[in-house]
């Protein structure tokens, strides 16, 4: 059973910077799409970053390219996703998620980023930026 612990959110002042941690456990095979995922109240659920385990390039939306990363520890099986110059707008409950065994990749190899691709979801972490 894949599950998927986060850590590192919190609050801070307008371009301050934050790295949120995504440790995945209980897979069996090694290529999949994980990243984050984001809500706001009374707002959608974004997918903010996301990447293929397997290669290929990953998935920011327009709202934080540039200014968010996300990398990945292969050895610990961790997802990170560092966050700078952040902005009042960014502040939401932020969400581990994984498509696990599989994923859907767009042209360039890039994952989708459709939350109904996502089966496993971590507890979520607040960010508030003020």
């Known amino acids: 059973h894949v599950q998927l612990v986060e850590s590192g959110g919190g609050s801070v002042q307008t371009g301050e910077s934050l790295r949120l941690s995504c440790k995945v456990s209980?897979?069996?095979?090694?290529?999949?799409?994980v990243g984050w995922f984001r809500q706001a109240p009374g707002k959608e659920r974004e997918g903010v970053a996301l990447l293929n385990t397997g290669g290929g390039r990953p998935h920011y939306s327009d709202a934080v390219k540039g200014r968010f990363a996300i990398s990945r520890d292969d050895a610990n099986n961790t997802q990170y996703l560092q966050m700078n110059s952040l902005k009042p707008e960014d502040s939401a409950m932020y969400y581990c998620a994984a498509a696990y065994p599989k994923c859907t990749m767009l042209g360039g190899g890039v994952p989708r980023a459709l939350s109904d691709d996502y089966n496993y979801w971590g507890q979520g972490t607040q960010v508030t930026v003020s």
């Open positions: 209980g897979y069996k095979f090694n290529n999949y799409c």
